[in-house]
């Protein structure tokens, strides 16, 4: 395999530079050429193909976002579009293609496999919602940079005797939420994949009054609940309480990736390139078990991952 | 003058605990008895009062929110309580205050002042709309946190190629969003003080991205326009533009104050000391042309204190 | 097991703050009394001894250092002071101990388990050397913090042109000096693990001047080759290269830790609580392949953990 | 004039981007062409020129360092070397000449204007230390790193209650040390400009141990004294005293500029246009009173500006 095709795909996050970064660097040392396609599969679509040297990524280890860009192309699950792909890198000399996403991205990675090209994914997302995989790129910025926007809300909670709610990403899944809800120090923590009961919550609140605590900090997953309708819910039940809503958006997605993005993007992008070499297809790089791992594409985007049962428990408890 | 009281009201801003060590140890450092008054006004109506010496005052000047915690009293606008509030502080010997807060805070401090109690103001807000000051305590740190999310928000907005609409605090005045969007390198503010034209504002788009830029940042004033009703206003011009509204929110408040804000704090705590200790009184702590200056706290809170507009037409010019 | 006293020891770490939370707050849901023992060993001789409630560790989370305080006790080495330390113990009811810190601190843990008294070690130290863990508090923290400094410090190298050399933290062991090289996008890493050869790297530096790129990074370990000696070994093969130094020191140890810190001290403190009660002792509590993991201390001291010598090989790589 | 040169010269500063992004935006909006000239003032001996356009420095705002690369050319002081550069500049149709920099880059751009070239300096040093300029490009992000250090350092020193001493930089002048040591909570702060004695520290220090204080925080510029010496001499009063040093060194040039330094780079940049294109020279742009401010270069260079002692006196009355 003499050249390879490399592409971002779906929402960005953070570490993508670094991954991109790797493959260029490792397929240049591999002796393989690296061809950036960009805006992800419409780049496909449109040849947006240019070869990609060590010095053409160099400065981008520490930026967020992705210098190939990125789309979302929803025409692409259709058979005709994906062989257009598939024919338009034939016609360059691609012979593999790395697909830099999450679980939609890999999905359009997939379809192009099943097609009987060489492809291989590395595990994208801030969700962090690949089965197969303990961590994605950018999901440990994204919650950092959470984190960081809590401890800050913290102060205006404590300051006021307020309770604060606050809204992350994950619409399926509660990855980022639980990991930023521990961490940030919550007393609540909402997840789409375990049922919650405001009544119990809102009955803790009062007894934590009674102790002469004030302050309350909730952090729910966008997908378990919106902040405003839970704010809502609570009034419900206790109309006096005063709250406020705090929803972090797209702040999760961008910046200077962590120690552990940057190094699990650069080990990706690495395994990605001599996956292929290897003659490994159809699978996704991941770490599982603090060891890079390839994950069967089918697997990875199928299976249901769930968040650590345990974790959420400790939560509970340290937040007593 | 022996013995002076302190508290904070209102909306927490980043720099008060800073300002409240200046005013303990500074007081100390004149021989003076320094009281904290927890909870703002209300504090004073329940005779929340502590002595604080300087090592009660040790590791806050790192921290934002607000030691002596605060809180809104909208009864502290009936007279009974503003002399109950009197007598409270008479009764404890307490000679003067210094109220650190914000336009409504300061209201408050004026009415004691009009019923004889020597006051001093110090100017802390992140709205940074005190007439007669060029800063207040927190605006700076607010303005650097949204400046921060704003940088984040870029690296979607460029991956993407969308159009992103930062909302920022400022209910009544468009300090924090012209600092921010002209910081942030924001293709266009809005700001309560300048109208705004839709239509201009798309047409300009479209040019743009005749020119292939094809993202764009737009931050604007919760007090000009909410984001989600620019977002739709701006769908009815160009219904196939890619939106996204990131509301920044309390995050503003909070963190570690920055170099200016712990500065002018400190400095704003020494004058209000010495001003009480001078005689003077009614006064608000501020700084205008980069010299600490006493305003009238009458005039500091009835004038209109208005955006640059210079610095709006170099908004304008650098986002070409 | 009733009462669980609870130290911090040598050198500080982000993250022992919330270890001690995890500790206080754990140990109060299954109905145990925690100690907090302040100033590390010597806290033990001098019973320096307070119950800690919930409430207690409140707001501490999110800060860097201990609120325990910590302290270096060389003479705890006499077995007579560890014999009075768990006679001290012992009047005051505490019949377990848990020690957060790093090889030292455990080695002194590790003494007091062999004289009979039930202990469990948390590994924490920025370092990252203790053998049986993948990670230790704190590490994360660091790392990042040397990441944000190499990407400022490489704003003036590509600027001017220069080379730089970072030395970071790391006497016997690499563990910071490689991924914060790698993760820093380093052009050469030095380690105490690997031999290098400043002939080599020299010789490196002028292939590269010659393709234009004029400013290099390095990052070394102390325990490798001070910064300011490496400036004249390379001074000897290049005498008119510009290079500067920046020692990153002290930094590195605290501010507010990382998501990843947070989460494993949180893990970390309540596992060292349930094996105490569930009868484990002389153990470390670490983690391996992403699962929380009991290690025999004397192994964790004596044993030797050694760097990634693959993570070694792909900074080379993405240093193209 | 119709076509401008821009130039940074010295030590690169956070926000020198910024005012290079202005100078080229507005000087588009004004109909002037705005040239590039690389590494300072070598590219004018070299012809390194290259003509900006608004997209060309898109992204750069919020970027440390300077896309124009920077460098210290000593022989730029030869009379035949400043001939030359105007030559070069004639005769590619340049007529004016903004140089972003420091003191030493001021000299030799109030060269050119003595030789009759229409110059125009804008004020860019993290030093501080121009005369009639109340802040220059870079102080600003300069401090507040250097305070986010101190705070960092500040959690091992209350954790072990040692004593740090912390050098910032700062050869003539204590601009950056005053600022960060006042803002950073030090409890002793050693500048060029004031005389210290090393016995009244130690006896204050032994004073606060009496009080059980046991760490203190020690900020001096590399002028005054540095870090090194600075302990050795604290060990002669007090040899039994627990000291560390760091040296805080190129982290203070780089990173993200802050609101203060993107804002009066914009500023600055856009009023070193319009002076060129009204005819000023020889002029420096800054800021004094709040206010920009043109400052004849010869007085910006030679007058002594010194620092603010009233602030001096704050830091030593907020830091009982």
Known sequence: ????????????????????????????????????????????????????LPRDVSGILERGGTILRTSRVPDFKLTENQEKAIKNMKEEGIEGLIVIGGNGSQSGNLALFEKGFPTIGIASTIDNDLWGTDYTIGFDTAVNTAINAIDKIRDAAVSHGRTFIVEVMGREAGFIALDAGLAGGADFILVPEVKFDIKKITDNMREAFKKRKMHHLIVCAEGAIHA???????????????????????????????????????????????????????????????????????????????????????AEEVSV
Chains 1, 2, 3, 4 share one sequence.
């Open 228 to 314: 405003r309708d839970l704010e809502k819910k609570i009034k419900e039940y206790m109309p006096n309480v005063e709250t406020r809503v705090s929803v972090l958006g797209y702040i999760q997605r961008g910046g200077a990736p962590t120690r552990f993005d940057r190094i699990i993007a650069s080990e990706f992008g690495q395994h990605a390139v001599d996956a292929l070499l290897s003659g490994e297809k159809g699978k996704l790089v991941g770490i599982k078990d603090n060891k890079i791992t390839l994950i069967p594409l089918k697997d990875a985007i199928t299976k249901q991952k769930t968040i650590d049962k345990s974790l959420y428990k400790l």
């Open 1 to 52: 395999m003499k050249r390879i095709a490399v592409l971002t795909s779906g929402g960005d996050a953070s570490g993508m530079n670094a991954a991109i970064r790797s493959v260029v660097r490792v397929g240049y040392v591999r002796g393989v050429e690296i061809i950036g396609v960009y805006y992800g599969y419409r780049g496909l679509l449109t040849k947006d193909f240019h070869p990609l």
